[in-house]
């Protein structure tokens, strides 16, 4: 699964916060039109406050399963609330999200002071939310128990049709265990309902506009809120915005052509880094390239009962790792062990890519970030289709997919009643959409995009090898802060150190 046409999920931003974040990837998707007709969000929401301890809340708040019926069975979103620290200043709510798809945002609120500066945390009610089908939200999208099968345990190059079966079963076997376990809410969980949902968190405040802050798959999300209800947006800040104009195979070739790009920047830091432990007397590149297909066909041992270190759990190490330079030496560590014949390390950075807890339990992340991506897509691509398509990934991404055959992403998955929709922003006013030069999940070519498709989408570059770029550039945050506590508007195309 982890193969021809899509990276898997994972994330959230790194830099401010002093909890190590998870990488996220997004995926772009085909669109319905914005002037679609869209189902009404109102009503009497409510949210349901519990005992406050040291300005921090944790709430809940029922939203209808399917808008057009708002009668019908409903989601339990889980919220938390970190409430301003200077109520002379407050100026409302900011709903924050840290991307995905499928990862509980109800954290960034929990622990806002290691997210955002203090002037955010001063004029804003900071406001986390678990998007339906996720974290502590009920019910929650549930697939399979063990990831190690549909994500680690097969052979990303099949060198035979019953290699290539495999690849095929497997993916058709996820499928249909979302269908199986979540049916009953599989058609609700996707991008558009998730803003329909932010409407109804501003009916439950009481409050006439809500400003917003979204990282990663978070910029998808409020811009979709933004294109859907426009008259709420105070100001919106994404940063790390995918292309919102391209399918879902045009989006993996962006997102793959960026990791690919920083695999090489990595292994060219290493190659001149005489103290990088990947070193290989200066030639990294071929000692990565090399270790690639011994990986592919003579794995190593790691842990016991755990998958051996092949090359997809390699590759999955290594974009583990992509998301930002500060885990670039664990890569390159990782990799020397494996030369030594010990794929230990490689499975490590693959399990925190993977969310796999302590315990030995996966986290459900995955399971939501592949079923929001295929309810906000329209396209089901057929086997054929899939693997007559994965040359052009070859020639993009050779490092990280490198197989023949595709990955059959939503191929298996129900059709999507509510893609969504045309991202355009109109009438919302200004928003404030920040790219990283070196940013290998959300390419500043497709961040550039996503700002150019907003009808005032202004755009910050961020110099930097991370993913998002708030939490590593104090330029950046200072331009944040004055737009989202005082409405100052950046300059088109402003750039930061």
């Known amino acids: 699964m982890l193969g021809g046409t899509l990276v898997a999920a994972c994330g ?61 069975p409903a989601f339990t979103l889980h919220l938390v609330r970190n409430k301003a620290d200077d109520p002379s200043k407050r100026i409302g709510s900011l709903l924050v999200n840290p991307g995905g798809p499928g990862f509980g945002g109800s954290e960034y609120a929990t622990y806002a002071d290691s997210v955002y500066g203090e002037e955010l945390l001063a004029a804003f009610d900071i406001i986390g939310w678990d998007p339906r089908g996720t974290g502590k939200s009920t019910p929650a999208l549930d697939c399979v128990d063990d990831y190690d099968k549909y994500y680690a345990e097969f052979d990303i190059t099949p060198d035979d049709e019953a290699e290539r079966q495999v690849l095929v079963d497997t993916a058709e076997e996820f499928a249909a265990g979302c269908a199986e376990r979540s049916g009953d809410i599989l058609p609700f969980v996707g991008t558009n309902d998730s803003a329909r949902d932010m409407e109804a968190m501003r009916l439950a405040l009481d409050e006439e506009q809500l400003s917003y802050f979204g990282f990663s798959y978070g910029s998808e999300l409020g811009a979709t809120w933004a294109t859907l209800f426009p008259d709420a947006v105070r100001a919106a800040v994404l940063d ?30 290493c ?46 190490a290594t974009i583990a790792a992509m998301y930002s330079s500060s885990r670039w030496p ?14 230990a390390g490689l499975l490590a950075l693959f399990d925190s890519y993977y969310q796999r807890l302590p315990d030995g339990t996966w986290g459900d992340e995955l399971e939501a ?38 990955d059959y992403f939503c191929t298996f998955f129900p059709e999507s009643s509510d893609p969504r929709v045309e991202v355009t922003g109109a009438g919302a006013g200004p928003i404030v959409v920040i790219g990283t030069t070196g940013d290998p999940a959300t390419p500043l070519s497709g961040t550039r995009t996503a700002a150019e498709q907003l009808e005032e989408g202004t755009l910050v570059i961020v110099d930097a090898n991370e993913h998002t770029g708030y939490s590593v550039s104090t330029c950046a945050q200072g331009f944040v802060h004055a737009y989202l506590v005082e409405l100052e508007v950046p300059a088109d195309g402003t750039e930061c150190d």
């Open 12 to 72: 959230a931003p790194a830099g401010v916060t002093t909890r190590e974040a998870s990488p996220i990837v997004d995926e772009t998707v085909a669109t319905a039109p914005a002037e679609q007709q869209q189902p009404e969000v109102s009503g009497d929401f409510e949210i349901e406050w519990e005992s406050e301890r040291a300005g921090v809340s944790e709430g809940s708040l029922e939203v209808p399963v399917d808008y057009r019926d708002p009668g019908g």
């Open 240 to 269: 790390g915005a995918s292309d919102p104009t391209a399918d879902l195979d045009a989006g993996a070739l962006i997102q793959l052509g960026g990791f690919e790009d920083s695999v090489q920047a990595f292994l060219d830091d």
């Open 271 to 316: 190659s001149e880094d005489t103290s990088c432990a990947f070193h290989n007397g200066g030639d990294a590149t071929t000692a990565y390239d090399e270790l690639m297909t011994k990986l592919d066909e003579a794995p190593l041992p790691t842990e016991p009962d755990r998958p051996e270190a092949n090359r997809v759990v390699a590759i999955g």
């Open 330 to 343: 664990e890569l390159a560590q990782a990799l020397a062990d494996a030369q030594d014949g010990d794929g």
């Open 369 to 406: 970030f592949q079923s929001i991506v295929c309810m906000d897509s329209p396209d089901r691509t057929t086997v054929e289709q899939e693997d007559a398509e994965q040359p052009e990934f070859n020639k993009v991404a050779p490092r990280l997919s490198p197989g023949s055959a595709g």
